[in-house]
């Protein structure tokens, strides 16, 4: 069974730091597409961040540029994000997800990022 | 950056209706376009990938269809589980990029 697992989401205070990590399970993690994808209370979707499979490959949003980082362990099949300077309107739920819009899309559950003072 | 837009933002029918949902986008994506459901408290759920095809274990009541900038996914008959958010999303550019949503509402 295929399993994305969130975790390091919380309460982080403006310009803190957070790592998020996501253990993947049940399929082949170093051959897929991955990304963090995220949701703001009561709005919309946005790919924050996407990297191929060995991770020569990474493409951030525009408004994460500098701040967020993704990267992945295929040898621990996790996937990361790290996120810095971290803004009020980072808020949101982050999804980690595999081939998002592909035959083989698959999205965690979430971790919610509360970016508060 | 590649822009969706989805119309209408709110749909309001009833079970056993036809629902029609639309999703624009600013240039030609040729046929990366995928649909999603989305409901309270829950990821989102892939419908339709590559515009036109069912996602596994998928209602053939939902169908997808378009090319290049136009594209369409219609719910021959509403379901009560099926009312809900709807996002079309594509990939054929970085940003990848989603549209705002519809909201499918029971009327």
């Known amino acids: 069974e295929v399993q994305l697992v969130e975790s390091g989401g919380g309460l982080v205070q403006p310009a803190g730091s957070l790592r998020l990590s996501c253990a993947a399970s049940?399929?082949?993690?170093?051959?897929?597409?991955m990304s963090w994808v995220r949701q703001a209370p009561g709005k919309g979707l946005e790919c924050v961040a996407t990297i191929n499979q060995d991770g020569s490959e990474k493409y951030h949003v525009d408004s994460v540029k500098g701040r967020f980082t993704i990267s992945r362990d295929n040898a621990k099949n996790s996937l990361y994000v790290q996120m810095s300077s971290l803004r009020a309107e980072d808020t949101a739920v982050y999804y980690c997800?595999?081939?998002?819009?592909?035959?083989?899309?698959?999205w965690g559950q979430g971790t919610l990022v509360t970016v508060s003072s | 950056e590649i822009v969706l837009t989805q119309s209408p933002a709110t749909l309001s029918l009833s079970p056993g209706e036809r629902a029609t949902l639309s999703c624009r986008a600013s240039q030609s994506i040729r046929s990366y376009l995928a649909w999603y459901q989305q409901k309270p408290g829950q990821a989102p759920r892939l419908l339709i990938y590559?515009?036109?095809n069912r996602a596994t274990g998928i209602p053939d009541r939902f169908s997808g269809s378009g090319s290049g900038t136009d594209f369409t996914l219609i719910i021959s008959s509403l379901e009560p589980e099926d009312f809900a958010f709807y996002y079309c999303h594509q990939r054929t550019n970085w940003p990848h990029t989603f549209g705002q949503g519809t909201r499918l509402e029971i009327k």
């Open positions: 049940g399929f082949t993690f170093s051959s897929s597409w």
């Open positions: 590559d515009a036109s």
């Open positions: 997800a595999r081939g998002v819009g592909t035959m083989g899309d698959y």
